[in-house]
């Protein structure tokens, strides 16, 4: 319940233009489903709030069932807005690069196709030197055995994916796919701490 109020608060807020939340920053990244990266990021401390959404097609206000075919050209993501005085955008890629495999291209686990890609989506040129500099760290440290193939591109238009698809698994915990899928990764990414 307190999280749910949270939530709404933040929301509230970001839509009322509270003076509090020009502090804020956001990050848009892409690595596979959006619910994997959307649970994952609401867990990080300094985190205020994470949308579900669609970037980087040619076709305007897509819908998941459009996405879904790959020929629209779209990125499933998640639009992170988060505190800097808390966590910085270097640590939020930290997370980015263990949260899921960026060395396949256009495929996490059983999710295959272009809309999977892993993709970083900067809002400036300063994040972008970060991404960069990011990027280059996690392939020099191996992580890895096969090499990234994550992009980095502008942010172009971002689109919030429907609501059904907002905080899925924290409202759906018990669904296969967070079951098999969601639970294990964030099992994994909270003894990587």
């Not at 992170?80 to 996490?108: C, G, M, Y």
């Not at 990011?134 to 238009?157: F, M, N, Q, R």
Request: hydrophobic share 35%; with cysteine; net charge neutral.
């Amino acid at each position: 319940m307190k999280k749910i109020l949270f939530h709404l608060i933040v929301t509230t807020s970001l839509i009322a233009g509270d003076k509090h939340m020009e502090k804020y920053e956001q990050a848009t990244l892409g690595a596979g489903c959006f619910w994997c990266v959307e649970a994952v990021f609401e867990r990080i401390e300094g985190v205020v709030n994470v949308v579900a959404g669609y970037t980087g097609g040619h076709l305007k206000n897509p819908s998941y069932e459009a996405v879904c075919t790959g020929k629209t050209g779209h990125a499933e993501v998640a639009q992170i807005t988060f505190d800097p005085e808390k966590v910085s955008f270097k640590e939020i890629l930290d997370v980015f690069w263990i949260a899921h495999d960026p060395t396949t291209l256009n495929r996490q686990g059983n999710d295959v196709g272009t809309q999977y890609r892993s993709g970083i989506y900067t809002h400036d040129a300063e994040q972008r030197k970060i991404a960069e500099a990011s990027l280059k760290a996690a392939g020099k440290a191996k992580l890895y055995k096969d090499p990234i193939v994550t992009e980095i591109e502008p942010l172009d238009e971002f689109y919030k994916a429907e609501n059904y698809h907002q905080d899925y698994f924290n409202n759906n915990p018990n669904a296969p796919y967070c079951q098999y899928i969601i639970a294990p990764k964030l099992k994994k990414l909270k003894l990587a701490k």
